[in-house]
């Protein structure tokens, strides 16, 4: 028998939504870092009013680095039983939540494409998860 503890339904789903949230967050803070005008994912400068930024480039590098590294990081650290991971998927929950929440205050809400709302439940749903996970180790 493998020496390792196997994983529930949960912890995948976890794996997988933090792999799905850092692929996706890569994606779109190289788009906005290598083109802040936002002509890359076809968003118009015009979002950005009554926002601090006049580009998408600081939104870019954070998306980048909070929403694209921090989640394969935590991903991996997952993966590999670290005591911190459980600690580190509820943080990304919470910067995703934090995210989603301060885009909508400041830009308002965008249906079209709902991608607010698929990363809004996906904030819900890590949180839910890692709590879910955390008690049970």
Not at 29 to 36: A, E, H, I, R
Not at 104 to 120: A, R
Request: positive net charge; aromatic residues 10%.
């Amino acid at each position: 028998m493998n020496s390792l503890k196997s994983r529930s339904k949960s912890q995948y789903t976890l794996l997988g939504l933090l792999l799905f949230q850092g692929i996706s967050g890569l994606f779109g803070g190289l788009s906005l870092v290598w083109d802040s005008t936002g002509g890359i994912l076809q968003m118009p400068l015009s979002l950005l009013e009554g926002s601090p930024f006049n580009t998408y480039f600081i939104p870019g590098l954070i998306l980048l680095f909070i929403l694209g590294v921090l989640p394969l990081v935590v991903c991996y650290g997952l993966w590999k039983r670290k005591a911190w991971s459980l600690s580190g998927s509820f943080l990304v929950s919470i910067a995703l939540l934090i995210w989603i929440g301060v885009e909508v205050v400041m830009v308002g809400y965008h249906s079209e494409p709902p991608l607010q709302l698929i990363y809004g439940l996906t904030g819900i749903a890590l949180l839910i998860l890692s709590q879910m996970s955390s008690a049970k180790s």
